[in-house]
Protein backbone atom coordinates (compact mmCIF):
# COMPACT_ATOMS: atom_id res chain seq x y z
CA UNK A 1 0.00 0.00 0.00
CA UNK A 2 0.98 3.67 -0.63
CA UNK A 3 -0.06 7.05 0.03
CA UNK A 4 1.27 10.44 -0.89
CA UNK A 5 1.22 13.13 1.80
CA UNK A 6 1.83 16.17 1.42
CA UNK A 7 4.26 18.81 2.92
CA UNK A 8 3.24 19.60 6.33
CA UNK A 9 2.11 23.15 7.29
CA UNK A 10 3.26 24.61 10.43
CA UNK A 11 0.82 26.12 12.70
CA UNK A 12 2.22 29.41 13.09
CA UNK A 13 1.35 30.24 9.09
CA UNK A 14 -2.36 31.11 10.03
CA UNK A 15 -4.11 34.54 8.63
CA UNK A 16 -2.73 37.76 10.19
CA UNK A 17 -4.04 41.26 10.23
CA UNK A 18 -2.51 44.65 11.88
CA UNK A 19 1.21 43.81 10.64
CA UNK A 20 3.62 47.21 10.96
CA UNK A 21 5.82 45.37 8.66
CA UNK A 22 3.87 47.10 5.16
CA UNK A 23 5.43 50.66 7.02
CA UNK A 24 8.74 48.66 7.92
CA UNK A 25 9.11 48.04 4.60
CA UNK A 26 7.79 51.48 3.27
CA UNK A 27 5.29 50.36 1.39
CA UNK A 28 2.91 53.24 0.51
CA UNK A 29 -0.43 52.72 2.23
CA UNK A 30 -3.17 50.79 0.05
CA UNK A 31 -0.11 49.77 -2.75
CA UNK A 32 -0.74 46.73 -3.97
CA UNK A 33 1.95 43.94 -3.34
CA UNK A 34 3.11 40.86 -5.28
CA UNK A 35 5.40 38.85 -3.81
CA UNK A 36 7.10 34.88 -3.44
CA UNK A 37 9.59 33.16 -1.36
CA UNK A 38 12.44 31.22 -1.73
CA UNK A 39 15.90 31.17 -2.66
CA UNK A 40 17.73 33.55 -5.10
CA UNK A 41 18.92 30.97 -7.29
CA UNK A 42 18.90 30.10 -11.26
CA UNK A 43 15.66 28.06 -11.76
CA UNK A 44 13.02 29.88 -8.85
CA UNK A 45 11.67 31.98 -10.94
CA UNK A 46 12.33 35.30 -9.71
CA UNK A 47 13.25 36.94 -12.75
CA UNK A 48 9.76 35.70 -14.11
CA UNK A 49 8.48 38.00 -10.87
CA UNK A 50 10.18 40.64 -12.05
CA UNK A 51 9.04 40.71 -15.74
CA UNK A 52 5.51 39.67 -14.72
CA UNK A 53 5.81 43.07 -11.95
CA UNK A 54 7.09 45.22 -15.12
CA UNK A 55 3.79 43.95 -17.05
CA UNK A 56 1.21 45.05 -14.59
CA UNK A 57 -1.46 47.31 -15.38
CA UNK A 58 -1.23 48.39 -11.77
CA UNK A 59 1.93 49.79 -9.73
CA UNK A 60 2.21 46.84 -7.58
CA UNK A 61 5.58 46.87 -5.48
CA UNK A 62 7.15 43.36 -4.91
CA UNK A 63 8.60 41.53 -2.07
CA UNK A 64 11.16 39.22 -2.80
CA UNK A 65 11.80 36.94 0.50
CA UNK A 66 14.89 35.56 0.11
CA UNK A 67 18.41 35.34 -0.41
CA UNK A 68 21.59 33.87 -2.63
CA UNK A 69 23.87 34.09 -5.44
CA UNK A 70 21.23 35.67 -8.20
CA UNK A 71 20.45 38.64 -6.07
CA UNK A 72 23.04 41.08 -7.70
CA UNK A 73 21.65 39.94 -11.38
CA UNK A 74 18.06 40.32 -9.85
CA UNK A 75 18.82 43.51 -8.53
CA UNK A 76 20.48 44.32 -12.20
CA UNK A 77 16.92 43.03 -13.73
CA UNK A 78 15.17 45.57 -11.55
CA UNK A 79 17.01 48.38 -12.87
CA UNK A 80 16.79 47.87 -16.66
CA UNK A 81 12.78 46.83 -16.04
CA UNK A 82 12.50 50.68 -13.98
CA UNK A 83 10.86 48.54 -11.51
CA UNK A 84 13.77 49.08 -8.98
CA UNK A 85 12.19 51.45 -6.49
CA UNK A 86 9.22 49.31 -6.15
CA UNK A 87 11.31 46.17 -5.30
CA UNK A 88 11.77 45.26 -1.40
CA UNK A 89 14.41 42.57 -0.83
CA UNK A 90 14.10 40.96 2.41
CA UNK A 91 17.01 38.42 2.70
CA UNK A 92 16.05 35.07 4.02
CA UNK A 93 13.24 35.09 6.97
CA UNK A 94 11.55 32.48 9.27
CA UNK A 95 9.95 34.44 12.44
CA UNK A 96 8.36 37.34 9.62
CA UNK A 97 7.17 34.83 7.43
CA UNK A 98 3.82 34.79 8.12
CA UNK A 99 3.47 38.31 8.80
CA UNK A 100 5.24 38.59 5.18
CA UNK A 101 2.79 36.68 3.54
CA UNK A 102 -0.09 38.68 5.40
CA UNK A 103 0.80 41.86 3.48
CA UNK A 104 0.54 40.63 -0.22
CA UNK A 105 -2.51 40.32 -1.99
CA UNK A 106 -1.07 38.39 -4.60
CA UNK A 107 1.80 35.24 -4.02
CA UNK A 108 3.20 34.83 -7.64
CA UNK A 109 4.93 31.01 -7.58
CA UNK A 110 6.14 30.03 -11.20
CA UNK A 111 9.19 27.99 -10.44
CA UNK A 112 9.41 24.97 -8.13
CA UNK A 113 12.98 24.85 -7.47
CA UNK A 114 14.47 22.10 -5.32
CA UNK A 115 10.94 21.95 -3.61
CA UNK A 116 8.50 20.09 -5.34
CA UNK A 117 6.38 19.66 -2.53
CA UNK A 118 6.25 23.48 -3.00
CA UNK A 119 5.73 24.46 0.76
CA UNK A 120 5.60 28.06 0.07
CA UNK A 121 2.43 27.54 -2.05
CA UNK A 122 0.82 25.71 1.07
CA UNK A 123 2.35 28.19 3.32
CA UNK A 124 1.00 31.42 1.15
CA UNK A 125 -2.56 29.85 1.08
CA UNK A 126 -2.60 28.95 4.73
CA UNK A 127 -2.16 32.13 5.64
CA UNK A 128 -5.33 33.34 3.32
CA UNK A 129 -3.00 34.74 0.50
CA UNK A 130 -4.58 33.69 -3.42
CA UNK A 131 -1.82 31.86 -4.99
CA UNK A 132 -0.95 32.27 -8.79
CA UNK A 133 0.80 29.69 -10.03
CA UNK A 134 2.23 27.67 -12.66
CA UNK A 135 1.02 23.96 -13.56
CA UNK A 136 3.93 22.66 -12.21
CA UNK A 137 3.56 18.64 -11.26
CA UNK A 138 2.10 18.52 -7.92
CA UNK A 139 0.33 22.40 -8.14
CA UNK A 140 -3.07 20.99 -8.96
CA UNK A 141 -2.92 18.87 -5.64
CA UNK A 142 -2.71 22.25 -3.79
CA UNK A 143 -4.27 25.11 -5.75
CA UNK A 144 -8.06 24.46 -7.66
CA UNK A 145 -8.13 27.04 -10.44
CA UNK A 146 -10.89 29.65 -9.22
CA UNK A 147 -11.48 28.39 -6.21
CA UNK A 148 -7.96 28.25 -4.25
CA UNK A 149 -5.93 30.12 -6.38
CA UNK A 150 -5.28 30.95 -10.01
CA UNK A 151 -3.16 28.73 -12.48
CA UNK A 152 -1.73 30.80 -15.43
CA UNK A 153 0.46 29.65 -18.17
CA UNK A 154 4.53 30.47 -17.18
CA UNK A 155 4.43 33.37 -19.94
CA UNK A 156 4.98 36.49 -17.87
CA UNK A 157 2.09 38.16 -19.96
CA UNK A 158 -0.48 35.63 -19.23
CA UNK A 159 0.94 35.62 -15.28
CA UNK A 160 0.74 39.50 -15.45
CA UNK A 161 -3.18 39.18 -16.30
CA UNK A 162 -3.81 36.12 -13.67
CA UNK A 163 -2.45 39.34 -11.14
CA UNK A 164 -3.96 42.07 -12.71
CA UNK A 165 -7.36 40.27 -12.75
CA UNK A 166 -7.19 39.95 -8.64
CA UNK A 167 -6.18 43.37 -8.23
CA UNK A 168 -8.36 44.47 -10.20
CA UNK A 169 -11.18 42.98 -8.02
CA UNK A 170 -10.83 42.12 -4.24
CA UNK A 171 -13.74 40.68 -3.36
CA UNK A 172 -12.50 37.33 -5.99
CA UNK A 173 -8.94 38.04 -4.13
CA UNK A 174 -10.65 37.22 -0.53
CA UNK A 175 -12.59 34.63 -2.27
CA UNK A 176 -9.68 32.67 -3.56
CA UNK A 177 -7.83 33.61 -0.41
CA UNK A 178 -10.82 32.36 1.75
CA UNK A 179 -10.73 29.20 -0.46
CA UNK A 180 -6.89 28.88 -0.10
CA UNK A 181 -7.05 28.87 3.57
CA UNK A 182 -9.91 25.95 3.73
CA UNK A 183 -7.54 24.32 1.24
CA UNK A 184 -4.71 24.46 3.30
CA UNK A 185 -6.66 22.51 6.84
CA UNK A 186 -5.98 19.72 5.12
CA UNK A 187 -2.20 20.19 5.20
CA UNK A 188 -1.59 21.03 8.51
CA UNK A 189 0.63 19.28 11.30
CA UNK A 190 -1.99 17.62 13.12
CA UNK A 191 -4.26 16.53 9.70
CA UNK A 192 -1.36 15.28 7.98
CA UNK A 193 -0.08 13.48 11.53
CA UNK A 194 -3.87 11.89 11.40
CA UNK A 195 -3.29 10.63 8.15
CA UNK A 196 -0.05 9.35 8.10
CA UNK A 197 -1.10 7.74 11.70
CA UNK A 198 -4.12 6.03 9.94
CA UNK A 199 -2.19 4.69 6.96
CA UNK A 200 0.78 3.18 9.47
CA UNK A 201 -2.28 1.80 11.87
CA UNK A 202 -2.59 -1.56 10.06
CA UNK A 203 0.98 -2.12 9.64
CA UNK A 204 1.69 -1.69 13.21
CA UNK A 205 -0.89 -3.77 14.42
CA UNK A 206 0.26 -6.72 12.91
CA UNK A 207 3.58 -6.04 14.06
CA UNK A 208 2.39 -6.31 17.63
CA UNK A 209 0.14 -9.02 16.45
CA UNK A 210 3.75 -10.93 16.07
Not at 35 to 46: D, E, I, Q, T, Y
Not at 145 to 170: E, Q
Not at 173 to 198: C, F, I, K, M, P
Amino acid sequence: PTAVMPVPIEDRFRPAKGSDLRHRLEVPSGAPVLGSVGKLAKGRGFGRLLDTAARLEAPAHVLVVGHGELQPQLEEQARDLGIQRRVHWTGYQDEALPGLYSIMDVFLFTAPGSDWGHRAVSEAQSCGRPVVAVAWPGIQDLVEDGVSGRIADRDSSALARAVDSLIADPDAAHRLGTGAADAAESRTLAEVGRRLAHFLEPFTSRKQLH
